[in-house]
């Protein structure tokens, strides 16, 4: 399996949306079916960063806020113990700036596809397993000179796919399986506006005029474009 980039990597910078979920165990182990190295951040311990050196904390700062970085967390519910491992790595991170509900009308629902807003996880409880904690809850996120630069994900859309493929639950529980099938495409539109939205703002990347690999013209390769289809031009 490929690792994860590491946040000391020199690709680290060149990364438009790196994805980040607590994990509860250690690192370099597998957790909850995947292979970890790393972890961003770890949800035990008594360190706020529970992990980070302070080199880490400042990379991740400068990817973030100087370099137009864009990151994307996953929150399995909005109560405050669901948010804590989340608010704790914001603090340090970003201690200047504030945690926001996204607005119904941002760009972010029409980026690619047209959404009227959030998608709502299925699934929040399996017998007394709650897999999402408190109501459903808007996206959150913290607005940098108006770019949206971190969307805290609190229905955790993410895993709607990736329960999809892995089909998680069993026994009584099997047809829930189904409900992950019929959503995913749905969370798949959702992701693909989230990431559609990380690679067209911001510094690191403009893939606004990207042309993929089978539309290229026969000896063109030397002056592709580096950016993402707009307009009527997208698929």
Do not use: C
């Not at 607590?22 to 690192?27: E, K, Q, R, W």
């Not at 972890?39 to 360190?47: C, E, V």
């Not at 709607?160 to 639950?169: N, R």
Request: charged share 20%; aromatic share 10%; glycine share 8%.
């Amino acid at each position: 399996m490929v690792d994860a980039v590491q946040i000391t990597d020199a690709a680290f910078f060149e990364s438009p949306i790196i994805f980040m979920e607590p994990i509860s165990g250690s690192s370099g182990k597998l957790q909850n079916g995947l292979l970890t190295g790393k972890a961003i951040w770890q949800t035990k311990g008594s360190r706020p960063a529970l992990g980070y050196t302070d080199r880490e904390a400042q990379q991740i700062r400068e990817y973030v806020v100087n370099r137009g970085g864009f990151i994307y967390m996953p929150t399995h519910g909005n109560t405050e113990d669901a948010m804590r491992p989340a608010m704790r790595v914001l603090r340090q991170i970003l201690p200047e700036y504030h945690l926001t509900t996204i607005p119904q009308d941002h760009e972010i629902y029409n980026s690619f596809y047209e959404l009227n807003g959030p998608l709502r996880f299925p699934v929040r409880k399996m017998g007394n397993t709650i897999l999402h904690h408190g109501p459903y809850g808007q996206l959150q996120g913290v607005f940098i000179d108006g770019r949206l630069a971190v969307l805290v994900d609190t229905e955790a859309m993410i895993h709607v796919m990736d329960g999809a493929v892995q089909k998680p639950f069993f026994g009584h529980y099997q047809d829930r399986n189904k409900i992950l099938d019929e959503f995913a495409p749905a969370a798949a539109r959702q992701l693909t506006n989230i990431v559609v939205y990380a690679v067209t703002h911001g510094s690191i990347s403009d893939y606004s005029k990207y042309i993929p690999e089978d539309a290229r013209i026969d000896g063109e390769a030397g002056s592709v474009p580096k950016s993402a289809p707009t307009g009527a031009n997208r698929l």
